[in-house]
T-cell receptor
Framework: DAKTTQPNSMESNEEEPVHLPCNHSTISGTDYIHWYRQLPSQGPEYVIHGLTSNVNNRMASLAIAEDRKSSTLILHRATLRDAAVYYC?????????FGQGTELSVKP | EPEVTQTPSHQVTQMGQEVILRCVPISNHLYFYWYRQILGQKVEFLVSFYNNEISEKSEIFDDQFSVERPDGSNFTLKIRSTKLEDSAMYFCAGSGTGSVLYGYTFGSGTRLTVV
């Protein structure tokens, strides 16, 4: 699986948007970009995925660069419940491989 | 929303003992996985299971580990002779297809403590 690079940690204020970046310069044409998050003491939770076009769902938006070498997960209004580790994962076939992720803290 | 249920939530066992971790996947899922997370470390893949057999396993998943789906609903991970280094959170996950177009659903995990 191709490698992704994410900042170790980020901070946000409650009710403000959060942009979580991910670099994946070695992405192949068939890799999908998946995002998961892991709340404290919980299992990972699927957030969103995309291939080339930007994607929106009820949890978040995913903005994918035109060259696909980077992507950004956007939480439109952070809540305290969004404090978690966010993982950006490239998937072609087979299993999910988790990196270290970005630990997001949300301040009231 | 359907959930993956794992039991027990916490298990303490003595080194050398056998443990069985149990998972009830979502009923229409066909692909099943076990992952583990040692405290403070990454989530690591252990094994994937489809059509009643292992489809892929990691280097961690040695002869001490086994998985089965004994009754078509439960999915279990057995560790034959536990070691101190097996202490970790163990997560079961499932997906309806093996396609990358779908995400996995994870359970809340079993915390295994080997003493």
């Amino acid at each position: 699986d191709a490698k992704t690079t994410q900042p170790n940690s980020m901070e946000s204020n409650e009710e403000e948007p959060v942009h979580l970046p991910c670099n994946h310069s070695t992405i192949s044409g068939t890799d999908y970009i998946h995002w998961y998050r892991q709340l404290p003491s919980q299992g990972p939770e699927y957030v969103i995925h995309g291939l080339t076009s930007n994607v929106n769902n009820r949890m978040a938006s995913l903005a994918i660069a035109e060259d696909r070498k980077s992507s950004t997960l956007i939480l439109h209004r952070a809540t305290l419940r969004d404090a978690a580790v966010y993982y950006c994962i490239l998937r072609d076939v087979g299993k999910l491989i988790f990196g270290q992720g970005t630990e997001l803290s949300v301040k009231p | 929303e359907p959930e993956v249920t794992q039991t027990p939530s916490h298990q303490v066992t003595q080194m050398g003992q056998e443990v069985i971790l149990r998972c009830v996947p979502i009923s229409n899922h066909l692909y099943f996985y076990w992952y583990r997370q040692i405290l403070g470390q990454k989530v690591e893949f252990l094994v994937s299971f489809y059509n009643n057999e292992i489809s892929e396993k990691s280097e961690i998943f040695d002869d001490q580990f086994s998985v089965e789906r004994p009754d078509g609903s439960n999915f279990t991970l057995k560790i034959r002779s536990t070691k101190l280094e097996d202490s970790a959170m163990y997560f079961c996950a499932g997906s309806g297809t093996g396609s990358v177009l779908y995400g996995y659903t994870f359970g809340s995990g079993t915390r295994l403590t080997v003493v």
